[in-house]
């Protein structure tokens, strides 16, 4: 398993699969296909070598998948305004 590898795709993932950023256009497989494609030709701009990326590819893709058909979009600073508001409306102030 190539550890250095495994992280670079971590970070890759974090940086550019943002939760709840999936267009209507694109399936999740075809976005989670696309990105794969993405990310493999910047880690070769990376210097990292095939089979490095062919190690890790059965481990990476599923958690690409996860990351694109990510749909909450959860704000926890609105939820807690939302709360403090609620209790201050039930204290009748």
């Known amino acids: 398993m190539s550890m250095r ?3 670079w ?3 890759w ?3 550019n699969i943002l939760p709840g950023h ?3 256009i694109e399936t999740y497989e075809a976005r989670a296909k696309r990105l794969i494609g993405e990310m493999y030709a ?3 701009e990376a210097k990292f070598k095939k089979f490095e990326m062919k ?3 059965s481990r990476l893709a599923p958690l690409i998948l996860t990351a694109v058909s990510d749909n909450r979009d959860f704000d926890y600073d609105v ?3 939302k ?3 609620a209790e201050e409306l039930e204290d009748g102030d």
């Open 5 to 7: 590898f495994n992280k």
């Open 9 to 11: 795709a971590s970070d």
């Open 13 to 15: 993932i974090e940086a």
């Open 22 to 24: 999936n267009s209507d």
């Open 42 to 44: 910047e880690a070769a």
């Open 55 to 57: 190690e890790e590819e």
């Open 79 to 81: 939820y807690k305004l």
């Open 83 to 85: 709360f403090l508001l």
